[in-house]
């Protein structure tokens, strides 16, 4: 497959949503599957002290060995975060709406930049509008993948600095922009504990939570996530692809990506049970195994680069009001 100098540009809208009805109608009893998690407020704490605890653990150290516990350690449990967050902002930690921002603002604390909040406004929209550039902020900017490429440097680079070019997207998605109350506590709440950090531990352990959430999404094989969900890396038409591997303990089974979009209402214990249940569906999709190989792909095959992407102008008949709650809906309706 040759690397190609632009996105991959399709017609239609994504295809999960077709697939949502398709699964509901052949295997109803996926309904059951559709719930809430309060376990995952568990492993939000477990984390969030085992950072706090790695934090006094290193703030004495040199900066090396605060860079290697950071890479080692702080980058599995931060990670780990970032999947409760994306989990709260799915609504699927607990019933009241209002206890998933929550949630979400608690297991944003290790990651010291406040974007809990933030991130579940604009990736609702990435389940509504895949691939639509100027609501999909998980879309690379034109400019992006023109500037980075597929070169081995250039690549290392935008992992190394991945946080900073999401940010930098959402500025295109000025449809999305959404500053309000719930945006503001996680910013107040995110400065709190930041400055209760350092004032206690420094800048030192500052620096080890900041590295840990750079590297759990970006220089590090965990990093490889982002590329597995949508880059054309097997398959120049299949669109989303799920990992089955050792690291979705880790990832919470956020690596059952193909199923998480068919129904975004599924918590992650139960994303391997869907898959179990409507085998029909995902056993001729193609998958990855390897985070660690899929990370050395990216980063070293000519093939593969942020042009790597499809794109689409259709929006569908989705408002931007729109939730992403299609498998809720569609079951109401009896599909």
Known sequence: MAYQQDFTHVTGSEPHRLRTRQILK?????????TKNPMTMVWILACVSLQILMTYLVKDQAWYIILAAAWCIGAFPSHTLFI???EASHNLVFKKPSWNVYAG???NFPSLVPTAISFKNYHLKHHAFQGVHELDADLPDYW??????NYFIGKAVWLLLFPIFQVIRTLRCLELAVIDRWVMMNIIAQIAFDAVIWYFWGWSALGYMGASFMF?????PLGARWIQEHYLVLDKDQETYSYYGGLNLINMNVGYHNEHHDMPSVPWNNLPKLKAAAPEFYDDLKYHTSFVKLFFTFLFSQEVGLYSRIVRKERGRVGLDDTSIPDIQMAEQKI
């Open 26 to 34: 052949a295997h109803p009893e996926v309904k059951k599957l559709i």
């Open 84 to 86: 409760c967050i994306h």
């Open 105 to 107: 603002i608690i297991a």
């Open 144 to 149: 992006e993948a023109k500037l980075i490429n």
């Open 216 to 220: 759990s999404v970006g220089l590090h």
